[in-house]
């Protein structure tokens, strides 16, 4: 059975042999990012470890290490673009074995539709992963507006993907909280910015992946739907409750639980839950194909789905 991954990040080589030879690199001065051990791997090491794993399809993302969204945005942008040249050059080499999410500068909104539009029309990328924030501001915000108008005319997909701090982080720093409840706190945030924000209204074919599975979403959405009806802030740009836009997202099935996994797929719909494993992070799913092939909840056709069926209606990637 074919299985597509659209969560496995890169380190870029570029990076690596810069600051390996001691070189800062778009201003990031060498030993300064942290980088998993598996991450230093070549496109064809990495395709060994795929085989391994029975991954057929890496949809690569330069890693969140890389957002840099508080820095100045012209070196942020040169840097994205060499990111963004590197995973084109392993789409080219690697065709059937490697599709690519670009980096884009989001501090500065038109600088970040100008490499979305480049690496999606020239470079052939699906799309852009992005944080949760720009500089603490949320999705709803009007001056991202221009950006998502922009993704849906391109057909891009946006990967909503946690980087930095995550909201927890003000409140603990212990036990890797930060990520294993922040990440899952900041995407439902996200989700409610796009939604209460009548972002969805606004671009009804902007195609969002949630990673992690939407974090708290789904957990949360009753009690969502419960603060639209009672609350006229919460219906201020939108006429349905929260839960009728469920299913205009895509979510990871990253959730390290089969009951979470199996809520995700009743709550927004079979055909909305695509394979992302976090590769090469320690927070990976460590052997995703067979995890989804072992769950006994789910059926053959949903397992197909979420493997391979689904991304490859949404990338057009049907052999
Ligand atoms: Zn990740």
């Given amino acids: 059975m074919r299985s597509i991954d659209i969560h ?111 690496a999606v029309n020239r470079l052939g990328l699906v799309g852009a992963m992005i944080d949760d924030k720009v500089n603490g501001r949320t999705y709803d915000e009007p001056e991202f507006m221009p950006l998502w108008k922009a993704a849906e005319q391109m057909g891009a997909l946006m990967f909503i993907h946690q980087g930095g701090g995550t909201m927890v982080r003000q409140r603990s720093t212990r036990y890797h909280l930060p990520n294993t409840i922040g990440n899952l706190v900041d995407r439902a945030v996200t989700f409610a910015s796009f939604v209460f924000g009548g972002v969805m209204d606004a671009c009804p074919d902007l195609k969002i992946c949630l990673a992690h599975g939407g974090g708290y979403t789904c957990f949360g959405i009753g009690r969502m739907d419960r603060g639209w009806q009672v609350r006229s802030e919460a219906r201020v740009n939108i006429q349905r409750p929260p839960s009728a836009y469920l299913d205009k997202f895509y979510y990871d099935c990253l959730t390290h639980s089969e009951s979470a996994l199996r809520m995700l797929i009743d709550t927004v719909g079979i055909d909305k839950v695509i394979f992302g494993t976090d590769w090469p992070a320690d927070m990976a799913i460590d052997w995703p194909v067979s995890w989804i092939l072992s769950l006994k909840s789910l059926t053959q056709e949903e397992k197909e789905a979420i493997l391979y069926k689904n991304l490859e209606k949404l990338l057009g990637l049907e052999k």
Avoid at 64 to 93: I, K, L, W
Avoid at 94 to 117: C, H, N, S, T, W
Wanted: charged share 25%; proline share 6%; glycine share 6%.
């Fill in 8 to 118: 496995a990040h890169l380190t870029p080589q570029c990076f690596i042999h810069a600051t390996q030879a001691g070189r800062e690199w778009h201003g990031i001065k060498p030993g300064s990012v942290r980088i998993a051990p598996r991450a230093v791997w070549t496109p064809e090491q990495r395709l060994a470890d795929m085989k391994s794993l029975g991954v057929d399809v890496h949809v690569v993302s330069t890693g969140s290490g890389f957002y840099y969204y508080d820095r100045d945005p012209q070196t942020v942008a040169a840097m994205h673009r060499e990111c963004n040249e590197e995973v084109h050059q392993m789409t080219v080499d690697y065709p059937d074995r490697f599709k690519g999410f670009a980096q884009i500068p989001m501090q500065d909104v038109k600088a970040a539709i100008a490499e979305l539009d480049h």
